[in-house]
C-alpha cells in the first residue's frame, strides 16, 4: 500500500526531451528519494528497471501509442506483464471507458491484481469514472486524466479539487490526485481535499518546462 500523506514523484521524460532514457531517469529518482518521496511513477520497463535503483516503491506505466484511439496509459496485458517483469510494485492504466486498441479496463484491472498480484492504480478522469474504476477491482483511483480527456479539457492549467474531493467522500478505496500539482501548496491542498497521497512529475523533474516557467515571466 502506497504510504498515506505522502508525495509521490513521477519521473518520466518523452522522447524530444534531452532527459530521456533510463540513465537520467534513475538518477532522477534517486534524487527524489534522497528529497523525501514515497515512490516514483516511471514509464516503460527500461525506466522502470533504472527507478527501481532508488529502492522506493515503483508505479508502472507504459504508454503506448496509437493515433487512431486516445488511449495509451498501458492499454494491454502485455504491457501489464513487461511492467511486472521489470520489478513495478503498482501498475497504472487509463480506466476511462473511451476507445481503445487493446483490453477492456476491468480485464486490465483483474489481470494486474489477480494473476500479476500487483496493485492496480486506475487513472480517470471524472467521478462517474473514478466510481466505476472502484467497482472494477482498482486498488487506488487517480485523477491522472482530468484536464485531458475531450470531455475534461478546459482552459485553465489548475489541478482539479473538486474531483478529488468528490471521489474521497464517495470511494473507500484510496484517492490519489496526480496532474498539474506545479506548487508544493497545490499539492498540499490536494492531501486537505481528501488525497491519500499526492504525484508530482513536471515541476520536479521537468527542467525544460520549469525554465520555460521561469523565461515566460521573466522576460514576459
Ligand atoms: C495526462 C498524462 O498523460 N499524464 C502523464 C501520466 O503519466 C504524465 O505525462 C504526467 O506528467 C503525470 O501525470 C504527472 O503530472 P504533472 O506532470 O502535471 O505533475
Do not use: W
Not at 102 to 111: E, N, S, V
Not at 117 to 143: N, Q
Amino acid at each position: 500500500m502506497l504510504k498515506k500523506g505522502r508525495l509521490i514523484v513521477s519521473c518520466q521524460a518523452r522522447k524530444d526531451n534531452p532527459l530521456h532514457g533510463p540513465l537520467f531517469m534513475g538518477a532522477m529518482a534517486l534524487a527524489a528519494r534522497d528529497g523525501g518521496a514515497t515512490a516514483i511513477r516511471a514509464n516503460g520497463v527500461d525506466d522502470v528497471k533504472a527507478v527501481k535503483a532508488a529502492g522506493l516503491p515503483v508505479i508502472g506505466i507504459d504508454k503506448v501509442f496509437d493515433e487512431r484511439v486516445p488511449v495509451y496509459i498501458t492499454p494491454t496485458f502485455a504491457a501489464c506483464d513487461g511492467l511486472a517483469e521489470a520489478g513495478a510494485d503498482v501498475i497504472a492504466l487509463d480506466a476511462t471507458p473511451r476507445e481503445r486498441i487493446g483490453d477492456a479496463p476491468a480485464a486490465l484491472i483483474r489481470h494486474i491484481t489477480e494473476t500479476l498480484r500487483l496493485e492496480a492504480f486506475c487513472d480517470i478522469s471524472t467521478l462517474e469514472e473514478g466510481l466505476a474504476a472502484a467497482d472494477m477491482g482498482a486498488t487506488y483511483v487517480a485523477t491522472t486524466l482530468s484536464g485531458y480527456t475531450d470531455y475534461t479539457k478546459r482552459e485553465d492549467d489548475a489541478p482539479d479539487y473538486a474531483l478529488i474531493e468528490a471521489l474521497a467522500t464517495r470511494l473507500d478505496v484510496p484517492v490519489i490526485a496526480e496532474g498539474r500539482f506545479s506548487t508544493p501548496e497545490r499539492a498540499r491542498r490536494a492531501l486537505d481535499c481528501g488525497a491519500h497521497a499526492v504525484v508530482v512529475g513536471t515541476a520536479i523533474t521537468n527542467p525544460r518546462e520549469i525554465t520555460r516557467g521561469f523565461v515566460s515571466i521573466v522576460e514576459g
